[in-house]
C-alpha cells in the first residue's frame, strides 16, 4: 500500500520531550547543590522492566529539578508551564520541554521541522541554566557555561487510531524517516532505510526509532528508553566538549615541548610545563571516567540494546577513540617533557659538579699565590 493510500492515523494521546543539553561545570557537588535547592526535587532513578535487578541505576544519581514557567507555543502545539532539569555531577545539565501530542499523525513532521534549533527554546533554556548556575554555583567546580548545546527529540506516542505493531510503523516508513529526520524534503530509498535503521521492540506493541535528530517511541511506559536517550545526548555534548579541550590542551603541550630551554632555567621551571600538562590530562581522564560510568545497564539487556543503538547513531564509539588517542598523546607529550627535565636537570648537577671542582683546584692554588 502506497503512503498516499493509507488510512488517516490519529495521535489519541503523546508527549513530545524537547531536550537540551549544557555543560555547566568540570564537576558538582550533588549533595551540596540539592541542599542549595531543596524545593521540587528528586534523585534520578530509571524505570524498570519487571527483569530488571535493582542496581541498574545512575552512579550516582542525577538532581531532578522541576521549574515552572511560561507556556511556549511552537507551531500549533504549546508546551507545558513544567519544565525539567537534570543535573549530573560530571557538570552538565539538561533542559526539557514538553508539549502534550494528538491529532493527525502528520503534523509531527512541522513540529520536528520547527523545534530543530528552535532559537527561543534555546534562548530560553540558557536563561534557566544561567539562573540554576547562579543557584548553585559554590557546589560547582570551575562553572562555566559552555557555549555548545546537544538538542534532541523525542516523540513518545502511547496509543493512535490503529493498533500499534510492527505492520503500523512498517507501513509509514517513509514518514516516519521524514519526522526522524525533520526534514520535508523528499528522501531517497537509502535515506529511509538510512533514518530507520535503529529500531528496536521489547514486545509487539512498543518500537523505538532512534535517529540523530530525534526519536519516535510507540508504546506505553517508554520512560526508561527516553532517559537513556537523554543520558546518551548529554553523554555526546560531554566527548564534544571533552574532544574540544583535549584539542587545546595538545596545542598547549605542543607549545610547551617545542619552547626553547634558556641557557641558566630557574630550578623548577622545566617542571612547571610538565605539571600543567599532567594537569590537564588527569582532568580529561577523571572527566571520560564520570561520563561513560555514571550509567549502568548491564542488568537490563534490552535497555543496554538501547544505548548501543544510541551510542551508534551518535557516533558514540569514534568520539571515544578519539579521545582515547589524545589522552595517548597527551600522556606521551608528558613523558618526553618528563625526560627533557630529567637530561637538563643532570646537565645542570654535571655543570655544578664541573665548577665544584674546578673551584677546589683553584682554592688549593691560593696558599702558593699568598706566598
Known sequence: MSPASLPSLTINKGTCHALFAYDIGQSINLEEAERRIT???????????ARAPQYFEYRPAPLRLTQEGEVLTVGLYQSSPSVEL???DFGAVTITYRFALDGPFERLLELSESLYEHKQLLAESRTRVEQLVQAIQPAIERPRISREVEDYIVFSIESCSEPQSA???ASREADLAHILRGERAPLSDQETKDAMSCRISF???DAALIDWHAAVLFGKDM???RAVLEFANVELLEMRILDEQLDQALDQAYEALSRKSPLLPLPGSHDKGATHIAQLQVDSALLFERVTNTLKLLGDQYLARV??????????????????????TLESIYGKMSDRAGVRRMEML?????VLIAVSIAVSFLPMAGH
Not at 41 to 47: K, N, S, V
Open 350 to 354: 654535571e655543570w655544578i659538579i664541573i
Open 167 to 169: 505492520s503500523l510503523w
Open 307 to 328: 544505548s548501543r543503538l544510541a551510542s551508534q547513531r551518535f557516533h558514540l564509539e569514534a568520539w571515544d577513540a578519539s579521545i582515547l588517542r589524545k589522552l595517548q
Open 203 to 205: 514486545g509487539l506493541e
Open 39 to 49: 524545593a521540587g526535587t528528586e534523585r534520578g532513578r530509571l524505570r524498570h522492566k
Open 223 to 225: 520512560d526508561d528508553v
Open 86 to 88: 537534570m543535573v549530573y
